[in-house]
């Protein structure tokens, strides 16, 4: 009989050769065929699963060995310490991105403050902010109407009420006069012939959500150029980039008269996000048309 120690020690062999973390993917699939956390599988190593449990993680370690990404296989993934649901019409949240949240956390924002998620996906960076800060109010924006039924569906479960979706193609859908103390997004950054595209988790996920035009900045750009309208004077933007893409994506939010331009790195070291201030009086970009 297998043990969930035999289970794990075969199914990580198995793995090796397509995952990053062989050990940790088996677990990740153990425990949810189980309907336990991983740290069940720790506590029981003994524990003999049943016939339907143990055809279930097969089936899983199969389907990832043809490339299938984890969180597609259990439809969830944790962001944030929120276990999120997650769909290939969503992005699959990255740890990189649990930069952003820190960044915006440490912004001096008021206790009411205004924020919006630009391209929300499953809601991750939404729900994220919404759950550390109860008194901000979040709007996280999609064009994909099955994205946002996901960031909904994620808002209910973890019980989240100060925060909205709407359909929205980045600011078009927004009211004219609607301003907020921050945006925060992680567009699609990835450009068009990026090898990348064409490996791992990228494979299975939206391109719209990924691939943005011949140098990945098209969205960027267009965020950059518009935010200004609908943040308040001092208003704060960051975004998420690729790690070659700092000096043009800040050079892009100096130009539309943001200040305090800053790039942050991750924690291996990568340029992963910039961001600015509003220009302070009014919300047109100094440098931009006069109009
Ligand atoms: N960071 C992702 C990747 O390259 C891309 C996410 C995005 O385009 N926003 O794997």
Do not use: K
Not at 48 to 55: E, L, R, Y
Not at 118 to 144: E, F, N, P, Q, V
Not at 166 to 195: G, H, K, M, T
Not at 223 to 246: K, M, R, Y
């Amino acid at each position: 009989m297998s043990s969930v120690r035999g289970l794990l020690e075969h199914a990580a062999r198995r793995l090796t050769p397509a995952a990053d973390e062989p050990l940790l993917e088996a677990q990740v699939l153990l425990a949810h065929c189980l309907g336990r956390d991983r740290s069940w599988l720790y506590a029981w190593p003994e524990h003999i699963p049943n016939a339907t449990q143990i055809a279930c993680f097969a089936h899983l370690v199969d389907e990832r060995l043809r490339g299938r990404p984890v969180a597609h296989l259990t439809g969830e993934r944790e962001f944030w310490s929120l276990r999120l649901l997650i769909s290939p019409d969503t992005l699959i949240p990255r740890p990189e991105t649990e930069h952003l949240i820190e960044t915006a956390l440490a912004l001096e924002l008021p206790d009411d403050a205004r924020v919006l998620d630009l391209g929300t996906g499953s809601g991750a960076i939404a729900l994220a902010l919404a759950s550390a800060r109860r008194t901000w109010r979040l709007t996280g924006l999609d064009r994909s109407a099955a994205a946002l039924a996901v960031a909904r569906e994620n808002a209910r479960r973890l019980a989240l009420h100060n925060v909205d979706f709407l359909a929205s193609d980045w600011f078009e859908a927004l009211p004219e006069q609607s301003r907020f103390d921050l945006i925060v997004a992680n567009p699609p950054y990835v450009a068009l012939d990026d090898p990348h595209l064409t490996r791992g988790d990228l494979r299975f996920e939206p391109r719209a959500a990924l691939v943005s035009g011949p140098d990945g900045l098209d969205a960027i750009r267009h965020i950059a150029a518009n935010a200004a309208t609908h943040l308040v004077p001092g208003g704060w933007l960051w975004l998420e980039h690729g790690s070659d893409q700092g000096g043009r994506v800040g050079a892009m939010l100096r130009q539309h008269g943001f200040d305090q331009v800053e790039l942050r790195h991750d924690l291996a070291g990568r340029e992963r996000a910039s961001g600015g201030r509003s220009p302070r009086r009014g919300g047109q970009a100094q440098s931009g048309n006069p109009t």
